[in-house]
Nanobody
Framework: VQLQASGGGLVQPGGSLRLSCGVSGFSLGDYYAISWFRQAPGKEREWVSCLSSHDGMTYIGRSVKGRFTISGDTAKNAVDLQMNSLKLEDTAVYYC??????????????????WGQGTLVTVSS
């Protein structure tokens, strides 16, 4: 399994970004949980959102609920994270991760064996 995260950048508070996690080694629809995590400087890695690949169920972390949306794109074999109404505290390196299984319950980074390389999101005025 290989994951490729992309889409990070610099955005002003209140702006939007769309991250994408390209997947190889399995197909959307297979029995995998794919999550986005983020890690701000000096902080622990935080779970953001999860997609259960086999049934499309999605789960969103409390700190981003109502602002972020996770979705699967079968044509690209990718999992996207649409981030709206971005705040300064959303600044972090964002990682996608995958593991055999299904959300919920897969919110600990130690649950995941496959990781993308991370993409930096900076929210700043």
């Amino acid at each position: 399994v290989q994951l490729q995260a992309s889409g990070g950048g610099l955005v002003q508070p209140g702006g939007s970004l769309r991250l994408s996690c390209g997947v190889s080694g399995f197909s959307l629809g297979d029995y995998y949980a794919i999550s986005w995590f983020r890690q701000a400087p000096g902080k622990e890695r935080e779970w953001v959102s999860c997609l259960s690949s086999h049934d499309g169920m999605t789960y969103i972390g409390r700190s981003v609920k109502g602002r972020f949306t996770i979705s699967g794109d079968t044509a690209k074999n990718a999992v996207d994270l649409q981030m709206n109404s971005l705040k300064l505290e959303d600044t972090a390196v964002y990682y996608c991760a995958a593991e055999v299984g299904a959300c919920p319950g897969f919110i600990d980074p130690r649950d995941y064996g496959s990781w993308g390389q991370g993409t930096l999101v900076t929210v700043s005025s």
